[in-house]
């Protein structure tokens, strides 16, 4: 493994002691109970669990940075500099369905940038990962955006509202995190999406930077309706130019 911080191993060991909750859980489906939150947003126990078990293991370094995570909104605490963005189930539709198309997304903020990344996929035990200035990791090997040139042969992925309003070759995948981790891997070669909360985006934005690509209209200031482009360089301005009406 390449030289990592203290607080990005953090994130690692608390991503793999949450995973094994999700893992137990997608594969007992059946017995979830399963609560109404919004009109197509579903939370589950799982959902709850994974948070608790998320929050238990960050909190365990001595800085006591404070935290945003999606089930119990914001925590404030002694170091309010510092603050973990935390995603317990990207992907949750996904989830309940047993499509097995969803992660884990923590991404530590420092101020008004991110600066630490990780988005884990526990069915198919993948890692993605960044920290500012030192490059975005896949299973440990270094990673870089697609270097598709041609908009016509690349494959983009949005949501419903994204999908009607761009002349792009589309995709709905269901988990906003892992769209921006293979946009980072060159396994896609854009996102776009609106109406996204910061938890949601947090680590993904970074590890598409580090990865050399691309992150557009986005505000880290913003909790919720956040709207971001996300590419590599090399389609970024043509790709812009086809969503003038997004």
């Given at each position: 493994?390449?030289?990592?911080?203290?607080?990005?191993?953090?994130?690692?060991?608390?991503?793999?002691?949450?995973?094994?909750?999700?893992?137990?859980?997608?594969?007992?489906?059946?017995?979830?109970?399963?609560?109404?939150?919004?009109?197509?947003?579903?939370?589950?126990?799982?959902?709850?669990?994974?948070?608790?078990?998320?929050?238990?293991?960050?909190?365990?370094?001595?800085?006591?940075?404070?935290?945003?995570?999606?089930e119990?909104?914001?925590?404030?605490?002694?170091?309010?500099?510092?603050?973990?963005?935390?995603?317990?189930?990207?992907?949750?539709?996904?989830?309940?369905?047993?499509?097995?198309?969803?992660?884990?997304?923590?991404?530590?903020?420092?101020?008004?940038?991110?600066?630490?990344?990780?988005?884990?996929?526990?069915?198919?035990?993948?890692?993605?990962?960044?920290?500012?200035?030192?490059?975005?990791?896949?299973?440990?090997?270094?990673?870089?955006?697609?270097?598709?040139?041609?908009?016509?042969?690349?494959?983009?992925?949005?949501?419903?509202?994204?999908?009607?309003?761009?002349?792009?070759?589309?995709?709905?995948?269901?988990?906003?995190?892992?769209?921006?981790?293979?946009?980072a891997?060159?396994?896609?070669?854009?996102?776009?999406?609106?109406?996204?909360?910061?938890?949601?985006?947090?680590?993904?934005?970074?590890?598409?930077?580090?990865?050399?690509?691309i992150?557009n209209?986005?505000?880290?200031?913003?909790?919720?309706?956040?709207?971001?482009?996300?590419?590599?360089?090399?389609?970024?301005?043509?790709?812009?130019?086809?969503?003038?009406?997004f």
């Amino acid at each position: 493994m390449n030289s990592i911080s203290p607080n990005l191993n953090l994130m690692i060991k608390a991503c793999e002691k949450a995973s094994k909750i999700l893992i137990r859980d997608f594969g007992e489906l059946e017995n979830l109970q399963v609560s109404k939150k919004g009109p197509k947003d579903f939370v589950t126990n799982s959902d709850k669990k994974t948070e608790k078990v998320l929050i238990n293991e960050l909190t365990k370094n001595k800085k006591k940075y404070s935290i945003l995570s999606e089930e119990i909104g914001f925590i404030k605490n002694d170091d309010n500099d510092y603050i973990w963005v935390i995603d317990p189930i990207d992907g949750t539709t996904n989830f309940l369905h047993g499509i097995p198309h969803f992660c884990i997304s923590i991404g530590l903020k420092f101020k008004d940038e991110i600066i630490s990344g990780i988005i884990f996929d526990p069915i198919k035990n993948e890692i993605f990962y960044a920290e500012k200035n030192q490059g975005a990791y896949f299973n440990n090997h270094r990673i870089r955006v697609s270097k598709r040139k041609n908009l016509d042969e690349c494959l983009f992925a949005t949501n419903k509202n994204g999908l009607s309003s761009a002349d792009l070759n589309a995709r709905i995948f269901g988990s906003a995190a892992l769209d921006l981790a293979y946009v980072a891997s060159g396994r896609i070669d854009g996102y776009f999406q609106n109406g996204l909360n910061l938890w949601d985006i947090a680590a993904g934005t970074l590890i598409v930077k580090e990865a050399g690509g691309i992150v557009n209209n986005y505000d880290l200031e913003k909790t919720n309706n956040i709207k971001l482009v996300a590419s590599s360089e090399n389609i970024n301005q043509k790709m812009l130019k086809r969503l003038n009406k997004f």
